[in-house]
């Protein structure tokens, strides 16, 4: 297979612009902006970033570009490492089916602090997530087709934080390129299904894809070479013959609780059940989820801290069971383990269907059974889960209501529409100042 350098990835990285994008791409990107801010606002509470801030304050990384969650400043690399440990900490942000990761997640820190050190609007910004989107996820497509095996989001975040920096500093078509090569070169081909298994703060890799992105343009600016990336081989010339065509930005799903997607349908089923049934956690003799066998193998132990609980099918199912929601409240490292939850656990099975895991990864089903202490018996419909791209429920008010929701320990009512009020309409406004008015919103002891 040949590479061909024709810079078709970077002449689109570097020239397209908003006024290029179909309105429904425009209205999708605000939406993916308030979403990754909702993720960065959680993640600024967890023990992931605090291991971020450390890392960046002890390599001596400080300069004058400010991040969310802290009033301290970094450089570039500094707040692309810090930020990188915030975004994915509570596995709250967007993904895309067919490459089974987070994009949005894995570009965004590096690209946000990008932003700052350029001193650009957040109507810019948001430009700039428009391609960084369709380019990352392109390169996570051929990336799993040429090594053939799962690569998580930490993997393609590489590239896509690339995009996102070199874009925003003013890189040229060669040196974008040089960059690119590097971060494909470089990327940390972080075996997913492992983390599956065994949680931790492994993870989707996002902090090590957003340090490799990021080092990959102060290499390049420091006189480093690269050649080839995979968006330039030959067989794949389709993947950007579509660019300004096709949007992968609308394939996006969004999540509404704070663990792993495959745990999303069983959880929506019973929040429905509960609503509709009105039973309680002690009420139910046995619970039997039905799935596919990637979220089968989801861990179902008890966890003994935030990851644990994040990665696991049983503890968020049993999550819902108790408190009709799975968010930061239940997520957060204090709240880990609950009493209540792990005596529902008990109760849960999980069995693998031929037929979900057939349509699996281009839809991911479960459906629910509820045996209760009066004899009843509970049969949930087959369910996706909520926020899919063809959910017809998903627009930017389920998305803001999503914020609400999601942020209402760290933001008061005020604040939150403040926040969505500046990324929908403030285009003009600098996002050095969006983060200072975040930051100057957030609750410090919650």
């Known amino acids: 297979m040949d590479f061909i350098t024709n810079y078709t990835t970077e002449e689109y990285a570097l020239t397209a612009s908003w006024q290029d994008f179909p309105k429904q791409v425009q ?36 300069g004058e570009i400010g991040i969310i969650g802290s009033n301290e400043k970094f450089n570039l690399l500094g707040a692309a490492i810090a930020m990188g440990h915030a975004s994915n900490s509570f596995d709250i942000d967007d993904g895309h089916r067919m490459i089974q990761g987070h994009p949005g997640t894995s570009f965004i820190a590096g690209t946000l602090a990008a932003a700052c050190q350029k001193n650009i609007t957040i109507g810019q910004f948001i430009e700039t997530l428009v391609v960084c989107y369709e380019l990352t996820i392109r390169w996570a497509l051929v990336m799993q087709q040429d090594y053939k095996f799962l690569h998580s989001t930490g993997t393609y975040g590489a ?124 009420d139910i003799v046995s619970v039997e989820v039905r799935t596919f066998n990637s979220a089968a193998r989801l861990s179902k132990k008890i966890p003994t801290d935030s ?5 696991n099918i049983a503890y968020p199912v049993a999550c819902a069971i108790v408190h009709g929601d799975v968010g930061f409240a239940q997520m957060r490292e204090q709240a880990i383990p609950d ?12 069995v693998v269907d031929e037929e979900y895991d057939r349509q699996f990864p281009a839809k991911r089903l479960a459906s629910v059974k509820i045996d209760l202490k009066n ?10 889960a909520p926020g899919e791209p063809d959910d017809s429920n998903l627009n930017i008010g389920w998305i803001i209501d999503k914020f609400k929701r999601v942020t209402a320990p760290m933001l008061d009512a005020d604040s939150q529409s403040s926040i969505i009020e500046a990324i929908i309409n403030n285009d003009g406004m600098l996002m050095r100042d969006l983060i200072e008015m975040i930051n100057q919103s957030l609750k410090k002891n919650i």
């Not at 902006?33 to 002890?58: C, H, M, N, P, V």
């Not at 999540?255 to 792993?260: E, F, L, R, S, V």
């Not at 004899?375 to 996706?384: A, F």
């Open 375 to 384: 004899g009843k018996t509970l049969q949930s419909r087959v369910y996706e």
């Open 307 to 311: 990851e644990e609980a994040q990665y």
């Open 27 to 62: 209205q999708q990107a605000k939406m993916c902006a308030i979403d990754l801010t909702a993720a960065l606002i959680l993640g600024s509470y967890g023990k992931q970033f605090e291991a971020g801030i450390k890392i960046a304050r002890t390599c001596g990384m400080t």
């Open 159 to 282: 590239f896509g934080t690339a995009i996102g920096i070199g874009r925003t500093l003013g890189l040229t078509k060669q040196q974008l390129n040089n960059a690119l090569s590097i971060a494909d070169y470089h990327a940390p081909l972080t075996p997913v299904m492992r983390a599956v298994e065994y949680p931790s703060m492994n993870k989707d890799g996002v902090p090590f894809g957003a340090l490799v992105g990021t080092m990959a343009i102060i290499e390049t600016l420091c006189g480093s070479t690269g050649k080839t990336h995979l968006l330039e081989k030959s067989d794949y010339r389709p993947y950007v013959d579509d660019l300004g065509k096709k949007y992968h930005i609308l394939d996006l799903y969004f999540k509404p609780y704070t663990c792993c997607r495959w745990a999303h349908q069983p959880i929506q089923a019973i929040v429905d059940l509960k609503k509709a049934n009105n039973f309680v956690h002690d």
């Open 339 to 350: 009493k209540d939850v792990i005596s529902v656990m008990d109760k849960l099975s999980f």
